[in-house]
């Protein structure tokens, strides 16, 4: 199993530009992507991030890319849950929740992948800081071509993460304390991947 390691000097395919962290206040919210609402999204030769059908659609033509729609909402401490469906291509990938997101460049990601590994990790701008162990394995996480709840729980320095119901990762960073939330994918040696999202509800915690 090929996973990206910290410091490997990744290709990050940036399709939106982020919402800075001044933007609108967070409050409950619950999307089900039956319209493109202010998601920001856009479209390369490398993949694509589109509302369609009832989701938000992430589809990775080429190796070693990454991709992501952000939600323009800012949020300090939360509940976030949402369905991730692996719809096709190769099961050695990573999709997941990006938050606290100040930028394109500086965030928290929770990933799984599609043969069954989970990874908490900051991005910092250059390089990438595992929180926790590496890509280890899960059996919490539904494999191959299937849909797997994903929840992340931010409170204060603490960052939880659960795969369908089943705390998967706890780890403990202060870098970030509030930010935007994204959702994305991403492939290793193959590319032409599939993933949606879909049933998104985050809120605040007290």
């Not at 993949?47 to 938000?56: K, N, S």
């Not at 539904?142 to 931010?154: D, F, K, R, Y």
């Amino acid at each position: 199993m090929l996973k990206r390691m910290m410091g490997q000097g990744l290709t990050l395919l940036i399709l939106l530009v982020i919402a800075a962290c001044t933007g609108r206040a967070s409050s409950a919210w619950t999307e089900t992507f039956d319209a493109p609402g202010d998601w920001r999204l856009s479209s390369d030769a490398t993949a694509e991030t589109v509302v369609q059908d009832g989701c938000l659609r992430v589809h990775i033509f080429e190796a070693e890319q990454i991709a992501w729609a952000s939600a323009g909402r800012t949020y300090g401490d939360f509940r976030l849950t949402v369905e991730a469906t692996q719809i096709s291509g190769p099961d050695d990938n990573e999709y997941g929740v990006l938050v606290r997101m100040q930028d394109d460049q500086h965030f928290y990601a929770f990933s799984i992948s599609g043969d069954g590994y989970v990874r908490a990790a900051r991005y910092n701008g250059s390089a990438w800081l595992v929180l926790g162990p590496d890509w280890s394995p899960s059996e919490a996480i539904h494999q191959g071509a299937a849909t797997n709840v994903l929840e992340v729980e931010a409170s204060g320095a603490t960052l939880t993460f659960r795969v369908n119901g089943v705390q998967v990762l706890q780890v403990e960073d202060t870098t970030y304390a509030k930010g935007d939330i994204g959702l994305y994918a991403g492939t290793f040696s193959e590319g032409d991947t599939v993933i949606t999202f879909d049933n998104l509800e985050v809120k605040p915690l007290p």
